[in-house]
């Protein structure tokens, strides 16, 4: 799926998350796609160029560039929708996807290119562009995914719609006079007093356009006095962009109906024109972006505050008349290369709503998490039977001390296990103190009931709160005050750093002393996304790791910056020195005579120092398998680099965000999981916490999961040294098991 992203990438309100390398004679022609879903492939949005044999392991042309990569994921992401194997209305999900990541990618990526560009910054990305080159590449780039996007809604799958679904995306030219008149009706009762039309002329300026709003471009002619003048009309975001009509699922947007009803706003005028515009700006630039930190850190501090182009996409209907794109054009300070033609409607990700609808023979067969068997209640059905008797514990904490227990989500109920740590914590007499890191969670989550809870029945809790997690800043600020007001102690994450560690610490009193227990996971604290998102997580009372959780919190909620940690990898302390040693040692089995193996599965890769070292591994005969979701700066397959590298993507109907880091080390390997990607601000700007999963049943399971990432024949693509993904095609395309759908499928073995 595709992110934010971003590997945090923000869900939709139904859950789901709303979240892909170079040649100097790149073509212009859109991205071919495959005859067949399968082994669908499209030209590379990157360039390929060619190193010297002996070239340094810096040299930029052994890097994709950041931003063209991650245009081919969101290509990924498209092919999605376009896939027919995916279900009706889940083709409308992606396409919402694709579109709402094209959003935030203008916003964060290019608006983060322009501001660079207009402070004159030059410093060129790791593949060697400055921002004015890398923004020519990436409007090149964006047009045929935009164009591909666009048509593919209107040519093909409105259509589909009508034809398999009976679900009508209809225009109000081709309604019939009784559908006209109760989208008419519907205009004067819920949306004519809510407009604003505003003039523009010499007394009245070019009103502000708020970002990512849906306008109409309004042209008139004054009878009384034969003048030409203009207005825009904001269309309402709080009314549903769809207007329904009378039969069950016909539909007419918002926009035209506006469009068709215009009369009533301009008495005495004659509408001579309508067209529809839809404007984005860049992010906010006194906010720090966490997609766009490494290009607002080379702007100073005086120049980031400066509102350098802060509209950075003005899409329109492209019947729109020249002189009304030049007056807004110019009025919005953007040049041709700025402005984006659909050839359907505007604002795709408006499409979310239409994939909600109760048609689930249109949908992937819903998904139900099972309960771990060791988490089983009393009285469950499913409840195992063990040497006569039930696999039930009197508690959580009783199941965790008998062994570790791994869980993978959302194959295994959150609610179930990481939600039940939490809450049983809460309500046990014996818990002395609960300590947490809340980077990004639901609405009325049920953690934080819980830890309220906790605090009121009188136990020590404490939650860094990160106030950085980006659309979450004020819900994490209103969290924290309704913590703070129950007796919870709340710090607010360090200074320069952004706590994106996922970690759980509980204290319980047994035996006369205090005992810890630690959830370590890969992915937030939310009910909702943990249904959506794949994630991992590890609970375990190993005396070492409660220590370095122990001293985590000291650390994030007091001063105490020298931490020593046994067993975790913490960023920005230890980390990146850990990883470097792990590469090294494997590098050190493969040149005398064992074997060097490393498998590593995140959502980004772009830190330049790892990716030397897989370089270096790679020249060394280490055997390196690299399962990235996003965009990926490293090349694999190159001829003196990176031969023994390869890389995948997986996408499917869950987000993969798992981070699992296998090391073979000549047959003893180590297996590792947590918050962290491969990612420059992963590893230098926040802190993130990676442990070891020593216990052999779980590590035997992580490296089952792996495998089958790297063997599947469904949703896998395979990225070429060119910076082409190419879809892999399962020998029997009718019985092709995705990735997902095999984790499904064993989930219920287990069960």
């Known amino acids: 799926m595709p992110v934010p992203d971003d590997p945090d990438r923000v869900p939709s ?15 212009s022609e859109p991205a071919a796609e495959a005859e067949s879903p399968t082994g669908a492939t499209f030209d590379p949005s990157v360039e390929q160029r060619d190193a010297p044999a002996d070239a340094p392991l810096g040299h930029p042309y052994l890097y994709f560039n950041r931003e063209l990569s991650t245009l081919d994921f969101n290509w990924r992401v498209l092919q999605q929708a376009l896939d027919d194997r995916t279900p009706l209305l889940d083709r409308v999900f992606f396409v919402a996807i694709t579109a709402s990541n094209l959003d935030e990618f203008f916003r964060k990526r290019v608006g983060g290119l322009k501001r660079q560009a207009a402070a004159g910054v030059i410093t060129p990305s790791p593949d060697g562009r400055t921002p004015e080159e890398q923004l020519a590449l990436i409007h090149d780039a964006v047009v045929p995914l935009y164009d591909r996007l666009t048509s593919f809604w209107g040519e093909e799958l409105v259509p589909r719609l009508r034809e398999d679904a009976g679900i009508k995306i209809l225009d109000y030219e081709n309604l019939s006079s009784s559908q006209q008149a109760v989208a008419d009706e519907h205009f004067q009762e819920n949306i004519f007093p809510v407009l604003t039309p505003l003039a523009v002329d010499p007394g009245h300026p070019f009103p502000f356009l708020s970002n990512l709003s849906l306008s109409l471009a309004v042209t008139l002619h004054n009878p009384k006095r034969d003048k030409d003048q203009f207005a825009r009309v904001k269309v309402p975001s709080n009314r549903d962009r769809w207007v329904s009509l009378p039969a069950p699922h016909h539909y007419v947007p918002l926009e035209q109906v506006i469009a068709h009803n215009l009369g009533d706003l301009f008495r005495g005028m004659n509408i001579t024109g309508a067209h529809a515009f839809r404007v984005t700006r860049n992010a906010d630039v006194r906010r720090e972006e966490e997609e766009a930190d490494d290009l607002l850190e080379m702007i100073s501090e005086e120049l980031r505050e400066r509102r350098f182009a802060p509209v950075v996409r003005l899409e329109v209907d492209p019947s729109m008349p020249p002189d009304v794109r030049q007056l807004l054009m110019d009025e919005l300070s953007i040049g041709s290369h700025d402005v984006y033609e659909t050839s359907s409607i505007l604002g795709h990700v408006d499409c979310m709503s239409l994939s909600g609808l109760d048609r689930p023979e249109h949908k992937y067969t819903p998904w139900e998490p099972i309960v771990p068997p060791r988490l089983r209640r009393e009285g469950d059905p499913t409840t195992l039977i063990r040497k006569g008797k039930t696999a039930d514990y009197p508690n959580i904490f009783a199941a965790i001390r008998e062994s570790d227990i791994l869980v993978h989500h959302p194959y295994d109920s959150f609610q179930e296990s990481v939600q039940r740590f939490v809450e049983e914590a809460a309500d046990d007499p014996q818990v002395l103190a609960i300590k947490q890191t809340l980077y990004r969670t639901s609405e009325n989550s049920p953690i934080v009931a819980a830890l309220v809870d906790a605090a009121e029945q009188g136990k020590q809790v404490a939650v860094l709160v990160e106030v950085k997690a980006r659309f979450d800043e004020a819900n994490n600020i209103e969290w924290g005050r309704m913590l703070e007001e129950s007796g919870v102690h709340v710090a607010y994450g360090l200074v320069g750093l952004k706590t994106h560690a996922k970690v759980t610490l509980v204290i319980r009193q047994e035996d006369g002393e205090p005992r810890t227990y630690c959830h370590i996971g890969t992915g937030n604290y939310n009910p909702k996304t943990a249904r959506q998102y794949t994630d991992v997580g590890l609970f375990t009372c190993n005396e070492d790791i409660g220590y370095d959780i122990t001293n985590l919190f000291h650390y994030l909620t007091g001063y105490a910056p020298e931490q020593h940690y046994r067993e975790l990898l913490v960023a920005p302390q230890n980390m990146r020195r850990r990883f470097e040693k792990l ?9 005398s005579g064992g074997d060097g193996r490393i498998i590593a599965k995140m959502n980004q890769l772009n830190d330049e120092g790892i990716i030397q070292d897989l370089y270096r591994a790679s020249q060394a005969g280490v055997q390196i398998d690299l399962i990235v979701r996003g965009h990926c700066l490293l090349r694999p397959r190159l001829e ?3 031969e023994n590298i390869r890389v995948i993507s997986i996408l499917g109907r869950f987000l993969e965000h798992t981070r699992i880091y296998y090391f073979g080390n000549d047959g003893d390997d180590e297996i590792y999981i947590g918050s962290a990607d ?16 020593k216990t052999p049943q779980h590590k035997e399971r992580l490296m089952d ?4 990432a790297l063997t599947d024949q469904r949703s896998a693509w395979e990225l070429e040294a060119s910076g082409r993904y190419r879809q892999r095609v ?9 990735f997902q759908e095999q984790l499904m499928a064993r989930a219920r073995n287990r069960q």
């Open 13 to 27: 309100s139904d859950g789901r998350s709303s979240d892909l390398t170079e040649t100097a004679d790149r073509s």
């Open 583 to 591: 590469i090294q040692r494997e590098i050190d089995h493969a040149t």
């Open 640 to 642: 003196n680099y990176s």
């Open 678 to 693: 491969w990612m420059s601000r992963n590893l230098n700007d926040r802190v993130e916490a990676i442990v070891e999963v």
């Open 705 to 708: 999961l792996l495998d089958a």
């Open 730 to 738: 399962p020998a029997d395309p009718n019985e092709a098991m995705g």
